[in-house]
T-cell receptor, first 116, second 114 residues
Framework: ETGVTQTPRHLVMGMTNKKSLKCEQH?????MYWYKQSAKKPLELMFV???????ENNSVPSRFSPECPNSSHLFLHLHTLQPEDSALYLC???????????????FGPGTRLTVL | AQKVTQAQTEISVVEKEDVTLDCVYE???????LFWYKQPPSGELVFLIR??????QNEISGRYSWNFQKSTSSFNFTITASQVVDSAVYFCALSEARANDMRFGAGTRLTVKP
């Protein structure tokens, strides 16, 4: 595997379900990100992890819970979601946020989430 | 606060036409980075270019060219002789040197018709 991978690629869940999205980067990067892309909305940054520590949480509802066990893996745990949470969830990684010339982010293919 | 504006929501051209995608940004930092990404129908964002705030030299890569003008806070992207495979959503993004994130514009959907 190369680059950034995400599983599953598609997920349909009910509002009472609990599920997790997985992201893995094979680039040796130290920072990982979760983005939400809804129809007709800009990419919204959800969470940022730098060296496994969460450094940003952009007012994301608690029904989204991130986990970063190491620099290569990032999870997004989902519970009691709402239909408006249906979106494409993109994971990205970069060598290091805030470092000159190293802010380029590499994206995974995304997980298309549908909440019924 | 950093902000990126892509005023063109959708653009449609016929193959072989040239097309320019506009990007205007706002930042208070003197050191920052500008990016363009392409998102084809498959969904994955593909990195196209990074430019730092101290390098205003325009860049050309094949049919792609970028015009960075600090005086107007713009970083426009031109595709010459467009092809159907160029059809995608294109995002402009800004990252300040001290920031932990990247701010994206709303994106411009480009459709190239045969």
């Amino acid at each position: 595997e190369t680059g950034v991978t995400q599983t599953p690629r598609h997920l349909v869940m009910g509002m009472t379900n609990k599920k997790s999205l997985k992201c893995e980067q094979h680039l040796g990067h130290n920072a990982m990100y979760w983005y939400k892309q809804s129809a007709k909305k800009p990419l919204e940054l959800m969470f940022v992890y730098n060296f496994k520590e969460q450094t940003e949480n952009n007012s994301v509802p608690s029904r989204f819970s991130p986990e970063c066990p190491n620099s290569s893996h990032l999870f997004l745990h989902l519970h009691t979601l709402q239909p408006e949470d249906s979106a494409l969830y993109l994971c990205a990684s970069s060598q290091g946020p805030g470092l000159a010339g190293l802010n380029e982010q590499f994206f995974g293919p995304g997980t298309r989430l549908t909440v019924l | 606060a950093q902000k990126v504006t892509q005023a063109q929501t959708e653009i449609s051209v016929v193959e072989k036409e040239d097309v320019t995608l506009d990007c205007v940004y706002e930042t208070r930092d003197t050191t920052y980075y500008l990016f363009w990404y392409k998102q084809p129908p498959s969904g994955e964002l593909v990195f196209l270019i990074r430019r730092n705030s101290f390098d205003e030299q325009n860049e050309i890569s094949g049919r792609y060219s970028w015009n960075f003008q600090k005086s107007t806070s713009s970083f426009n992207f031109t595709i010459t002789a467009s092809q159907v495979v160029d059809s995608a959503v294109y995002f402009c993004a800004l990252s300040e040197a001290r920031a932990n994130d990247m701010r994206f514009g709303a994106g411009t959907r480009l459709t190239v018709k045969p």
